[in-house]
């Protein structure tokens, strides 16, 4: 607890409230009112293609309609949370702080676990945060783009909010977690956000053309199924639809998650520091 308390001093500075935590609000607020302009005739084009109905008012109607906006770029939130992770587990590298975190406490797992912990619930509190400003920017613009939002405070609705919740704020710890164990492993936070937003942008998509596996079982593939709520959902991130379940998308974004903490507290501890 001396760990996560003493992260959280330093996610609470304002930099990093208004680098990343609003980031993530700006970015999906954004896209929500994209979302309701095109659905009110705008020319918008949200998928950048030709279609003019990539988003309509009947669908932004339905139950989930308050949440359809951000769970269809809610790999985009999962790059912001990669920054986050690798700028903060790298840092303590680049400005020597990990030596005098030893110091004081020297069972590094109880500092690693500390500040991971720390770091999941700012992102956790980041996508609430998220959720209420596109919900509530929604309703706002739901009249003007002859959307009924009757449905949203349904039960139905309600329990699609509470879900949306559940999936962005794990598809968002998939690639922090990738990108944390990065960190760890180059001590570099260059490194670790290049790498880790070209594997999850651009990286696996072109080698997915060419393994057909990756394509659905990778990293990236987990974000956008677990984003959308598995097969069936509108693809994250302009992406192609999802090919894998909602329940084989979570067991394998728990596994990844698991595996790159596990190669993180290994690492961390049977290294030695130096600076």
């Not at 999850?200 to 990293?219: Q, R, V």
């Amino acid at each position: 607890m001396r760990a996560f308390r003493s992260e959280w001093v330093k996610l609470s500075r304002r930099n990093t409230l208004l680098g990343f935590g609003g980031a993530m609000v700006g970015f999906a607020v954004l896209f929500t009112v994209l979302a309701f302009v095109n659905a009110g005739g705008g020319s918008v084009d949200l998928d950048g293609g030709e279609s003019e109905d990539f988003v309509t008012a009947a669908m932004l109607s339905l139950p989930e309609g308050s949440v359809f906006a951000i769970t269809s770029v809610g790999g985009f939130l999962g790059i912001i949370a990669l920054a986050l992770f690798a700028s903060n587990l790298a840092g303590e590298f680049n400005k020597g702080t990990i030596r005098m975190l030893f110091v004081t406490e020297p069972n590094r797992l109880k500092v690693l676990a500390g500040k991971v912990a720390a770091l999941i619930s700012f992102v956790a509190v980041g996508v609430a945060a998220t959720l209420v400003a596109t919900i509530g920017i929604g309703a706002l613009l739901a009249p003007g783009a002859g959307v009924e939002t009757a449905a949203w405070w349904s039960s139905d609705g309600l329990a699609a909010i509470g879900s949306a919740y559940v999936n962005l704020t794990g598809a968002a710890l998939v690639p922090a977690l990738i990108a944390a164990t990065i960190a760890v492993l180059t001590r570099s936070s260059a490194i670790a956000i290049s790498v880790g937003a070209a594997w999850f942008i651009l990286g696996e998509a072109l080698l997915g053309t060419f393994w057909d596996s990756l394509a659905e079982w990778g990293p990236a593939a987990v974000t956008n199924a677990l984003a959308v709520g598995g097969a069936g959902g509108a693809g994250a991130m302009g992406g192609a639809p999802p090919v894998i379940v909602y329940s084989t998308a979570a067991l394998l974004a728990l596994g990844y998650g698991i595996l790159s903490v596990a190669i993180s507290a290994t690492v961390l501890a049977r290294r030695d520091v130096t600076s």
